[in-house]
């Protein structure tokens, strides 16, 4: 393979399974996102033929070193995840692609739209539609795929009802549930992705992409209740508009909630679609959504195999199947002048004399409710007072993950509803330093949400306290004239 891919927006949802997939065929790939950091906890870095680049097409760019020797481009840009402004940004970033694509020597665009209603109105689906007409105008030609609701573990329209089905005993639901569409799995989507690539249109081309079956939202839920092996109740009101379905949906979800508030308004649209052209074009055996479903929950716990979770047994070993997909998370940053140095030797205190730097009566109080329900809480432990690694115990606490002067993970130990973990970033900004110490859940069914719910106050109080003390502590080291290796 001698081809040269550019995947603009590797980061996503799609993106993420595509790149691997490409590199494991040998091609050349370029992978774009707008976190480089996050890009690289995927272990792409590693792979050979994979090189990574952060891009915010929203920010003035020269793009022609990026685009420079590339043969194709998947384009799996959106900006859902900005908020209210989201269509804006979204179709800014494509505007300032296609500029970039007019002067570059790139054969062919793939980009992956959305399907798009026969009725009706949605500012999510209408910004997918315009996007691949603004990328039409580079005069390269277009490939664009226009999917609805992908089935696979991650994909957010899929996790708001799987949310739904796990986290509720009774679905109190908007009246979209009665709307139609054609789910597709990600294993038929990403075949038709990759077999793309071995054809050179001169032409654009738009097809829709479909999974065999058009379903109810409502059917979908009750399909995978019974993978869950829940009976699913669903009573659907009218008073649900978008805008209450978004808070509400804000509670249920884990999924980010810009993403699932942009969602809202193409879920309430009928998406039947027909996917015989491309299916002409390119042939293979479209997984029932049964099937895909089935597929999916196999496949769900790679949310904990990866570097975020640091590859830990333990965390493998806990997971659940109906654990949520996206993770509940609280936490607080604070700007600071201390250096990397010292936060990081505070930090590494976590559990010793400070205890826990600010409310250890309120710690301490969480000890004993784990000690009362059957947990180990009450057995603290540290290897060593100063120091910190890999492994080590802290109490009911476990080290993941961990990068000196910048980040320390740690699994969360006691007993509760759900997973969890607590991080400590530092991040170097030249002028100063921002510590952020945040707290990651993923809820298990209703009981998960509601001990989340019941923690948040006490989260973002502690959490406020815990950055403020330890950077005091910087400052009155600094004061006393204290190295970092004292």
């Not at 992409?209 to 059917?219: H, K, N, Q, S, W």
């Not at 603290?380 to 320390?408: C, H, Q």
Request: proline fraction near 5%; glycine fraction near 8%.
């Amino acid at each position: 393979m001698s081809k040269t891919i550019l995947v603009v927006g590797a980061s996503g949802y799609v993106g993420s399974h595509l790149v691997p997939a490409l590199s494991s065929s040998g091609y050349q790939v370029r992978a774009t996102g707008r976190n480089l950091s996050l890009l690289r906890k995927r272990g792409w870095g590693e792979l050979p033929n994979v090189s990574l680049v952060e891009l915010d097409l929203n920010l003035t760019t020269d793009l022609a070193s990026l685009l420079a020797d590339v043969d194709v481009v998947f384009f799996l840009v959106h900006g859902m995840n900005h908020g209210h402004d989201f269509i804006d940004i979204e179709i800014d970033a494509a505007r300032n692609f296609s500029a970039a694509l007019k002067r570059s020597t790139v054969q062919r665009v793939i980009y992956l739209g959305a399907l798009q209603a026969k009725q009706g109105h949605s500012k999510h689906l209408s910004a997918r539609k315009a996007t691949g007409e603004i990328l039409r105008d580079s005069g390269i030609p277009v490939t664009e795929l226009r999917a609805g609701i992908i089935v696979g573990p991650g994909s957010a329209a899929f996790e708001v009802m799987r949310d739904f089905v796990f986290h509720l005993p009774v679905m109190i639901a908007p009246k979209w549930v009665k709307s139609r569409n054609a789910p597709i799995a990600l294993r038929n989507l990403l075949y038709y992705l990759q077999e793309l690539l071995h054809f050179t249109p001169c032409r654009h081309q738009i097809f829709d992409v479909t999974g065999p079956e058009i379903l109810t939202y409502a059917d979908q839920m009750r399909i995978l209740g019974k993978h869950a092996g829940k009976q699913v109740r669903i009573v659907p009101l009218a008073l649900l508009t978008p805008s209450i379905a978004a808070y509400w949906l804000k509670f249920i979800t884990s999924v980010p909630t810009n993403i699932a508030r942009a969602l809202i308004g193409g879920l309430q649209l009928d998406l039947a679609a027909n996917s015989s052209a491309i299916q002409s074009l390119i042939p293979q055996t479209l997984l029932s959504y049964d099937e895909a479903v089935q597929e999916c929950l196999g496949h769900e716990s790679e949310v904990v195999r990866n570097e975020i979770w640091g590859f830990d047994p333990d965390a493998l070993a806990r997971w659940q199947p109906g654990y949520g997909y996206y993770p509940k998370q609280a936490g607080y940053t604070l700007k600071t002048n201390a250096t990397p140095e010292q936060l990081w030797q505070q930090i590494q205190q976590l559990g010793g004399d400070p205890g826990y730097f600010y409310a250890n009566a309120l710690w301490r109080l969480r000890e004993w409710l784990d000690y009362a329900a059957g947990g180990e809480a009450l057995n603290r432990y540290r290897r060593d007072p100063d120091s910190l690694a890999l492994g080590d115990r802290l109490d009911s606490w476990k080290v993941i993950n961990l990068e000196p002067n910048r980040f320390l993970s740690l699994l969360f130990g006691m007993k509760a509803p759900g997973l969890g973990r607590l991080e400590f970033t530092i991040r170097d900004l030249g002028e100063y330093r921002e510590l952020d110490i945040r707290a990651w859940w993923h809820p298990a069914g209703f009981a998960g949400l509601m001990y989340w719910f019941a923690m948040m106050p006490a989260h973002l109080f502690i959490f406020k306290g815990m950055t403020h003390a330890i950077v005091k502590r910087c400052q009155a080291d600094a004061r006393e004239g204290k190295s970092v290796t004292e």
